[in-house]
């Protein structure tokens, strides 16, 4: 034990140890987080044979997912053991770039170049000639910001265009608010439902989330299952039949990319039919008026007119909303993938406003975190000169006030134009830009190609690694390797602990970025191994990494009400951490950056209302990326069970339309549509799957598709395969916005030898 008594942190008994031996297998429980990927952490009971994983189950006694895993947890063995695994450390020639001739080399060779490489480009053109890409929710957040920040690099930066992932849900919420919140499934407690502060929450609003298939931003799928048995009711934005819509009270099949308009129709009914809670906007909200005439245009008829949701459905579900007692809005990405994407989220949060849904039981939550890893870790390493320099930050005012990195569409544009200043090198640690997080593949193909040094920390040979890599460094999965969880949502002391040997010589995320980081910049970077570095961030639980191991999950110490008890503002205030101490219907904070203080629906680019005639060569509405179970993005196509799930790309298409287009289910076809502003279209190759939860004249894809088996040198089929040929690299006005759920598209069959 620490000399420091731990605050409060409720520890879980558990029956064993963190590792055990059961019928002849060694038994170590611990927590899932990437690789593989994805966000959440849930509790896992690893077994293995000798040094052989054999079988991962879920931990029935961890209250975060209570026993439940998904299919890619249950299928990990077989990632993990998969023979097409990266095992060593290659290299290649810039000019090889492509070709499938990396040569082995050893880890002592690969960091000596990297070190030497950085180095040179640092003192010959700064440390912002080296820019630091990472993937989303993986567990190298931290280590990568700070391995960026301590080089001198302000350009770290998240491998997505124009951000459109979570950050901006954040930050609409942020400078609403003054913080961000998370809905109340009682996951901040180790007793979960039984405890008695918890209360269901009366309405679950799911808009533009696909719980159940995607687990996201630090939320169980489950749990929307779990609210309803308990009796919750269940509202859906969505423009798919999902599983969650189907059994829905009421379903908003809204027109893709028309979210906005929907909340802003909502909240003038709420403020219309005085369905507002007028205490809680009286005490703490600000600029009420101004908002009630902002969104008077929104009639319910007008909504219906802009979003196709039928007027008295629109009244019904702001109905439904306003008169619970505690409301949950669980919310996903599809309300990030639009140009303008603030709107969307900071019109939702005045609609938790009205309805005074914060804070309480039921409603939305201020998450107890570890480690805020949005913002990254280690901040403090980079000098303000070298932040002025941040891409995208001194034109951009989301990039410049958002989350501390750099603009990613203004790092491709920096590579691909040398300005404001040269580019060398790229570190990839945990993308796959070519076949899934970036857009619109023949820009990505110039801008990485036109970087000097390429460095691909993966899994797997990828088609970005064999597109761009000069040294491909391979990487260990999370039951070859201890962690801690820092991710983002409600926060545990979590530990992540190593059950079998790294596959070949793979090693984890953390032992590159530290050693590199001792190379770079060893006063940043001061501990011997890993787990002295997670025990200094894991201290305030009390416990060092090996401690927690026991313990883990020790549950952080969690209050509703915080507003009302002044422990949100710095200044010790009752209120909100805002100007004005209030949540900002009329946003000052906005104001400051130069954008409208209220939320505003603005049509899309190349949709049927604001280019018809564009929309008439191209008439259909194409929504891209809903998550498919077996997949983490661009990731598991290796994975033989999970392969068989969904083996090919489907494009889903409304039954009618299908008659109409004369197409089979299962034929091939081609998307093709305009790529954003850019007068150029892309296409990408689909097999069609009748789908009758379609809205006629709307399809749905899904992302991240390559080819693991396919041939190495065409890039394992990504370029036709990759949907986001239709894709912008552009960005809206803030620099954080790009349209991926509402694309102009046409389809045709795909002719044989295509
Ligand atoms: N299995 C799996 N899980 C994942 C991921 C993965 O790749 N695979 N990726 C992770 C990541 S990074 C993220 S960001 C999350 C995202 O996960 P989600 O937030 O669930 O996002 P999507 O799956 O893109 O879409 C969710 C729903 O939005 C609907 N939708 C499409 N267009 C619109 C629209 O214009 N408006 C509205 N209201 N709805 C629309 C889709 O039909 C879909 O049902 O999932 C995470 N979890
Ligand atoms: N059309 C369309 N495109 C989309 C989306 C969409 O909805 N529609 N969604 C977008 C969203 S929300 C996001 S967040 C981006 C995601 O984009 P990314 O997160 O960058 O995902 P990938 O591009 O698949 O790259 C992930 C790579 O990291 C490797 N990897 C996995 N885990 C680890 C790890 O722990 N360490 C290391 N070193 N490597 C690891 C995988 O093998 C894979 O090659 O994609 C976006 N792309
Ligand atoms: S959501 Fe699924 S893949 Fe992610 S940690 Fe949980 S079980 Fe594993
Ligand atoms: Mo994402």
Sequence with gaps: MSEKEPLHVIKVEHTHPYRYDEDGFTVTRGNAWSAPGCHLGCGVIMYSDGDKLVKVEGDPEHPYNQGRLCVRCLAVPEAVNSPDRLLYPLKRSRENRGKNVFERITWDEALDTIEERFKYYKENFGAESVQFWQGTGRDIAAWISRLAWSFGSPNYTFNINAHSCYSPRIFACSFTTGTFWVGDYSQQFADRFDNPEWKCPDVTLVWGNEPLAANSDGAYGHWVLDVLERGSKLIVVDPRLTWLAAKADIWLQLRPGTDCAVALGMANYVIKEDLYDHEFVDMWCYGFDEFAEHVGEWTPERTEEVTGVAAEKIAAAARLYAQADAGLVQWGVALDQRIDNLENGRAIVCLMALTGNFDKPGTMIQPPELLKYITGWGREWLTPEQ??????????????????????????????????????????????????????????????????????????????????????????????????????????????????????????????????????????????????????????????????????????????????????????????????????????????????????????????????????????????????????????????????????????????????????EGQWVWLEGPIGRTGRTGRCKRKVEAYPGMARGVMCTEHGWWHPEGDPEKLYDALELNCNNLITWDYGTTGWGANHKALACRVYPVKDGE
């Excluded at 110039?446 to 491909?472: Q, Y």
């Design 387 to 664: 932040d002025e320099k941040r891409l995208g930050a001194n034109y951009h005012p989301a990039v410049r006030v958002g989350s501390g990195a750099a603009g990613s569409s203004d790092c491709i544009e920096a590579l691909l134009t040398g300005k404001p200043y040269p580019i060398k090198a790229v570190w990839m640690q945990s993308i796959n830009s070519l076949a899934c997080g970036g857009a619109d593949t023949e820009v990505t193909m110039k801008a990485f190609n036109n970087s000097e040094f390429n460095v691909v920390a993966d899994l797997f040979m990828t088609p970005t690694a064999m597109a761009f890599a000069d040294i491909v460094l391979p990487i260990a999965m999370f039951p070859e390797r201890n962690g801690i969880r820092c991710g983002d949502g409600c926060q545990r002391g979590e530990t992540i602990n190593q059950a079998v040997s790294p596959a070949g010589e793979c090693r984890s995320d953390m032992e590159v970025n530290l050693e590199l980081g001792r190379r770079f910049n060893p006063e940043a970077w001061p501990w011997e191994n890993v787990e002295q570095m997670f025990s200094s961030i894991v201290e305030e639980t009390g416990y060092t990494f090996e401690e927690l191991r026991d313990v883990a999950p020790a549950y952080l110490p969690f209050e509703y009400g915080l507003h009302e008890k002044g422990k949100l503002r710095k200044d010790g205030g009752v209120g909100f951490p805002t100007t004005t101490g209030r949540i900002e219907l009329w946003s000052h904070a906005f104001n400051n950056i130069g954008m409208d203080p209220m939320p505003t629906y603005y049509e899309q680019d190349n949709s049927p209302m604001s280019a018809p005639e564009l929309c008439e060569e191209f008439p259909y509405i194409l929504s891209t990326g809903a998550r498919q179970w077996g997949y983490f993005h661009s990731e598991h196509r290796q994975v033989p069970h999970l392969r068989a799930l969904h083996p090919e790309p489907t494009v889903q298409i409304n039954p009618e339309d299908l008659a109409d287009l004369g197409f089979e």
